[in-house]
């Protein structure tokens, strides 16, 4: 995993409210993200989308590459 990389978090505000909803720390959350190399899922549905799952269960949407 680089040392040097930037995540890019859609709707800040409301994944903060859910975060404070669920007693979920910032620095837990953020530490979530950088702790250990995330593992990759590979759909198997229609979408074809894959997603990230850091080692505490956090999940991640990929961006769209390849055109579907």
Do not use: W
């Amino acid at each position: 995993m680089p040392s040097h990389f930037k995540v890019k978090e859609y709707c800040p505000l409301v994944f903060r409210n859910l975060r404070e909803r669920f007693s979920v720390d910032d620095v837990d959350y953020r530490e979530s993200l950088t702790r250990s190399q995330p593992i990759r899922i590979e759909s198997s549905g229609k979408s074809g989308h894959n997603s990230t799952k850091a080692m505490t269960n956090f999940y991640y949407k990929e961006p769209d590459i390849g055109g579907n």
